[in-house]
């Protein structure tokens, strides 16, 4: 699987032909015969990608098709093209030959880890909940949900099976997932986020291209940016961005706004750019709980696992302090703090034992019972909109589609549901489900008698009540006075 | 109604002032005093509007207010207005006498009869449910829903009323549905996509255009294009877009990004601009079940009829190997085709077929029953989300807002709702409910044991489970062994 | 907490400074050298800020750090950095030294009101049913609602409270909520819109600034905004918009498309810039039933209770007329008014009188009960949604955000949640409570059977329903026909 003899020996002879003059000391000179031969059809047939190649840096770095997709003897996918031995897929172990770097980074980061969720909850919604084996191929002939097919597995990425004369299969490609699994064993795809076949940096630094995925009702970070601040300066500022410049330092090279990338990715004046999206996270926001991303990369074997989220913190403090003061970021992160530990301990923690709690009661299978769906959009959808718009100051996101929908599924629906589910069990003739409804009742009732919730009951304190009362009146009067 | 007469005239006479020398063969070669002096006041009362135009095509060409807004004497909506008879409403009829193969494309497309919708379900919710009768006007005294007016009408367009002295209805117009029906008989309005008063190609070549009718909860192209690879280049890549050039064939003039236009409408080497949008267009997804659109056309008494699939399928890849290669656009079609078919076979046409069953068994009117907005819902806007997601490879609007809300809607809501109204009827008094309560619910039970649903009930097959578990473990191993 | 004096000096003395030459009538001559001294390290440590301050109209004008963030001794927020005494908030009072008409506009204005929030409905959501007292900092030492300080204050604004040493409390800052309390009794954040640190008028009149508030379930102007003909050609003529003009008259400097900016602030030929946001409005769109403008001015005690709305209406009027024609904007407000009318008549007006019958019947804390959520969702949300996408043209948020979830909740959940808790008290035990049911089934039952309501009973009359067969049928054959 490896194509790294192939294609040096394509770069070392498109060195050789030169002759006459010394060799460059990186790459080739002028741009191949194999990839001359390609274009000379390619052009007519397929005009616009050999543009947005002509538009590309491998166009003057005389990195043409062949370079890329020339392929070795003995590669799964590796096929005869007009007596060109190739492969249409271009893996990140084939991009590593140049930026070996980037690629490094890449594959510590949990974007390659992410089709990881083919063995995951998620993935049973989409291949037996909405999903059935409807899509047969030749690759998979027992059949794949179509619903992951043409979902889940275009953000997350699938393993890319080959069939005869290394076509690729159809249940599996087009895919571009981030964390595709590719014949050579490889993880990830760079067109992921480069998209082909300009492969632009800038391309990858607009937020645009990180929306691909990070949009929706369950991780809605594009919505997020675009109405906080720094998406509203992105938008009105685009031609300031210096979208193009190499060098794309924030504070040295553009200033008006910061994308995506500017605060995940991208250089400083003192930290270098990185492929890892997660060394300036100091939040995993992604379970029921949030838990720290070095908890999150030590349960899947990454190398951050040893990168405490203070670090983290720091890293994007780095970022934070050029166009802030040091109080406005320490302040941030203490909203910000709050928020997190707000749904935690009001909703995760006691919604997540609540849950386990009512499970004996369920009927077996998973999302045939109306309290897994609410139990699930509570913490998957409304729980990390929440977090996410306070991470990233989207005031509407944080409340409305996030705080607001989590106490109205709280109290509107996951109560009710457990209360008449206990309810239903306490005299069940199976002493197993009454003793679990009387435990799941006792629990629910310790929950609605704390603090956090004792209001829903009516036991406000009256000293609490008063205390509102009077700040809302000395509020209003403010206004009515002047 | 027909405003050629006069509007030749127009042109000839402008031709004839000009007397010296040879007329040209096409246009007028200044413009009309009747547009000057038209403009004399427009120039400072409309200010912005006298701009547009200034800033169009149609500026240059000498077409002025009056080459467009001059009528016949015995048309319904002309009226004297300083010493001109003018109309206000601008048809399809009327741009025809320049454009004349736009409008007749743009007549044989479903665009053309978006109007029909007034006859139609959708027209019954914003009339009946959602509206009254309470907007009485000069021209519509029984009275029209608002709702129907602000809502429906604005993108389907409606039947304009002429008032005396060539007002127009205010009921009626403001009206640019692109399916409007006008006084000289003609159906359409041009400026639903070429906006007044710069009628330019390149906004209607603009995404956001299209996007003032197909966005939303039942039809969301417009975010499905945002999250797409396509919408994501585009947004990073406009300024390299060439919008404004007239010829704009892809591949030859842009190579950045496809827009809907791109796609749907405009030049290919090979494929001319058509103003038909249905011809490269392989499923019709509005129904319940979806359906090819020559079955659709054929519905409709459009000559598409004539047209297969297949065809206008041939019309579409033609598009897409300007920037992909064949095996993956046939794989990408593969992809599409069995989401089509999931959604279909495993809740279109059962979800259809309950439906029909559980009627008897419901109140008299539509939408007065909790049941008739869950399968409304089920099919019309989460059901259209996930085709139409797949079909633009939009994998949020395909999953999480698609067959994640379909297989929500189903499970959660759907089937109970179907069962205790089956259980309730069972012994109805009426023999004929009982009688239907009873095929409901045999037909409900055939449906949720067949392979598709009977996970729900908690028979998945030993060997499935088994099955299933494996894949899962294996999964997990590969990253946990790393 | 007035730094008019230092700052007059520090002007001064930059004034003096410059000696030989006669002092300039406006502005400083050149930069101060306390500025220069913050300059020094800041372009370091805060590059971006550095050049977003170098990108601003007030660095040409030579108002540098110093000249805004210096402060007078005894402010609370003062603070000595590096041996000159300066805050780290700029209020509306320091920004009134330079720019005092904007200001005076502003404080007269809703806009500068928006803290009112924390007396009322909203806040209680944030502050108990979604949140607690689990936020507590030093100048909160009694604990607040991390989602009112992530979500509601961002926007609306808060109390910004002042610790030692001039810091501020981290739930009170990082703030820019447009109705901020300031320290020195000024309200309002003038960096709301005019995104620090450069402060331009651009970003102001650029959609996506008013979007950071107006958009979401509840107000989605920013959505509303993006569907209409004028988002739809802002986004596709945003090169032409001359944003940075310091004039921007419509239909002299600009006129391919309003903004936000354009109807609502900004100068026509006949209108001067205005900072009251209010003063072209004719509906209040906010409570359970519409009302005018001059109605809730007067509620908050401003200058606004004497400007009718007809007024503010015919100030509209002159923005539109720049593009629309006299006839077209009569027409369009009456079909905006008719929108609203149907929204207050058939939905608000008899589902707030329903509510308030169920209220002796529900339990004691507002939000405990599903009613509660129902009711608030459909007003609060969905009818705002309907009544705002009329107000814009956006035909989907007004039928498919708007109307059709109006109907939907009202008809699905409204109604037969209304129904259940009326039986289950007519014959409570406590005679108050069945007294308050049988009031509650009476009135139920003469809203359904109105002439608004009836179909869903079943009882439109047979004339009505004959009527509408008529005309769909007619309308179908339009098409058949053909």
């Known amino acids: 699987m490896n194509r790294l003899t192939t294609r040096a020996l394509v770069l070392a002879s498109t060195l050789a032909i030169t002759g006459a ?30 543009q947005q190649w002509g538009d590309s840096k491998h166009y003057r770095a005389n990195v043409g098709c062949f370079e890329c997709h020339s392929a070795n003897e003995g590669e799964p996918d590796a096929y005869m093209h ?95 997932g981030i964390g595709r699994i590719n014949p050579d064993g490889s993880e990830g795809a760079c067109n992921a986020c480069h998209t082909r076949h ?65 605060c995940h990715m991208s250089a400083t004046k ?46 994007m403090v780095d ?7 040091t109080q406005w970021v320490t302040n941030f992160y203490a909203q910000y703090d709050s928020l997190v530990d707000l749904y935690n301990t009001k909703f995760g923690v006691p919604g ?8 004996p009661l369920l009927a077996g299978a998973q999302f045939a019972n109306e309290l897994d769906w609410t139990w699930y959009e509570l913490w998957h959808h409304e729980g990390r909109r929440a977090r996410h718009g306070a991470s990233m100051m989207g005031p509407d996101y944080t409340h409305w589609h996030g705080t607001y929908e989590v106490a109205k599924r709280f109290y509107s629906e996951y109560v009710p549901q457990l209360t008449e589910l206990a309810e239903r069990h306490l005299a069940d003739a199976d002493a197993g489900k009454a003793a679990a409804a009387a435990a799941l009742r006792a629990r629910l009732g310790e929950v609605l008698n704390s603090e956090d919730h004792k209001w829903y009951i009516g036991k406000m304190s009256p000293e609490e009540a008063a205390r509102r009362q009077r700040a809302a009146e000395e509020f209003r009067s403010r206004y009515e006075s002047k």
Chains 1, 2, 3 share one sequence.
């Open 21 to 50: 003059v010394p060799a460059q000391v990186f790459g080739p000179r002028e741009l191949g015969e194999q990839s001359k031969a390609c274009i000379a059809c390619h052009r007519e047939h397929s005009p616009a990608l050999y």
């Open 82 to 176: 007009h007596n060109q031995l190739i492969a249409v897929l271009v893996t990140p172990k084939d991009c590593s030959r140049c930026h070996s770097k980037q690629v490094e980074e890449f594959s510590k980061s949990h974007h390659s880890k992410g089709a990881r969720i083919l063995g995951s909850l998620d993935n049973v919604l989409a291949e037996v909940v909405e999903g059935n084996r409807g899509f047969r191929t030749e690759g998979l002939p027992e059949g794949v949900s179509a619903a992951a097919v043409n979902g889940c597995w275009q953000c997350h990425g699938t393993e890319v099976k080959v069939l005869a004369e290394g076509k690729l299969d159809p249940a599996t490609w087009p895919n571009s």
């Open 198 to 262: 300009s492969f632009s940096a800038a391309q990858a630094r607009h937020p645009s291209t990180c929306g691909k995925c990070h949009m929706g009702p369950d991780h809605p970070q594009k919505e997020i940016y675009e109405e906080s601040k720094h998406g509203i300066n992105f938008f009105a500022n685009l031609n300031k961005m210096n979208m193009e410049s190499p060098k794309w330092v924030v504070g040295e090279d553009y200033w008006a706004a910061p994308t995506c990338a500017t």
């Open 270 to 315: 003192k930290q270098a750019v990185t492929h890892d999206v997660g060394l300036r996270i100091s939040w995993n926001n992604r379970p029921e709980v949030s838990i720290r991303p070095e908890v999150a990369d030590a349960k899947m074997n990454l190398p951050g696992a040893g990168i405490t989220w203070e670090t983290r913190r720091a890293n």
């Open 319 to 325: 970022v934070c302090i050029n166009c802030h003061d």
């Open 352 to 359: 997540k034992e609540l849950y386990q709690l009512a499970k």
